[in-house]
Nanobody, 117 residues
Framework: QVQLVESGGGLVQPGGSLRLSCASS????????MGWYRQAPGKQRELVAR???????YYAYSVKGRFTISRDSAKNTVYLQMNSLKPEDTATYYC???????????WGQGTQVTVSS
């Protein structure tokens, strides 16, 4: 079992930046990839960015060039640096750990990001 705790959300003006953090604990060895998802009111949860154990990254088209996913293995933490934020980036952001060996994936509790003037 992996436990995930997100932090770093908040209110920011359009064009501003935020950095989200996702600290993991528990069965870290069972993680094969980490991802950031977001869900806006009335919309489906969507994948924003993902990084696997080999360091390969993926970004949704809507955030490419603005968001950067990274990790600090020593701290068991994954980050999402969000720059040039837009009102349409407003959502609850969730961290997810993809598990190996058919084990269950894990989700964090979510952190709210609001982009508004």
């Amino acid at each position: 079992q992996v436990q995930l705790v997100e932090s770093g959300g908040g209110l920011v003006q359009p064009g501003g930046s935020l950095r989200l953090s996702c600290a993991s604990s528990g069965s870290i060895f069972s993680i094969r990839a980490m991802g950031w998802y977001r869900q806006a009111p009335g919309k489906q949860r969507e994948l924003v960015a993902r990084i696997n154990n080999g360091g390969t990254t993926y970004y949704a088209y809507s955030v490419k060039g603005r968001f950067t996913i990274s990790r600090d293995s020593a701290k068991n933490t994954v980050y999402l640096q969000m720059n040039s934020l837009k009102p349409e980036d407003t959502a609850t952001y969730y961290c997810k750990a993809d598990a190996r060996w058919g084990l269950s994936d894990s989700w964090g509790q979510g952190t709210q990001v609001t982009v508004s003037s």
